[in-house]
Nanobody
Framework: QVQVVESGGGLAQAGGSLRLSCTASGVRSDRNPIGWFRQAPGNEREGVSC????????YYAGSVNGRFTISRDDAKNTLYLQMSSLKPEDTAMYYC??????????????????WGQGTQVTVSS
């Protein structure tokens, strides 16, 4: 049984920091990229950051590049997203996604992607 569980969301002030964590268990292959997506009310879900199975390749959306850092600790089976210099426009539900793909300069979900339940990030101005 696949389980993808996020934690670490909450309320932060603009300019502040939060760290999201995600544990994924039961995924068929640990050789696929894994990443973070977010969805704000009224907006489509967008890729935020993804990382390859060995950590060698990383993707960041232009809006977060230089402010967010993705990392993974395979010994703990955990994915992280360190978010710094937060902006009100970062407010969204953040989802961990296991088994995604790099496509060109993008990170995209697949039909086989496993999603967590989401964790809310709210940034106040």
């Amino acid at each position: 049984q696949v389980q993808v569980v996020e934690s670490g969301g909450g309320l932060a002030q603009a300019g502040g920091s939060l760290r999201l964590s995600c544990t994924a268990s039961g995924v068929r292959s640990d050789r696929n990229p894994i990443g973070w997506f977010r969805q704000a009310p009224g907006n489509e879900r967008e890729g935020v950051s993804c990382i390859s199975w060995n950590g060698a390749s990383k993707y960041y959306a232009g809006s977060v590049n230089g402010r967010f850092t993705i990392s993974r600790d395979d010994a703990k089976n955990t994915l992280y997203l360190q978010m710094s210099s937060l902006k009100p426009e970062d407010t969204a539900m953040y989802y961990c996604a296991a088994e995604v793909a790099f496509s060109g300069s993008w990170c995209i979900p697949l039909k086989s992607t496993y999603w967590g339940q989401g964790t809310q990030v709210t940034v106040s101005s």
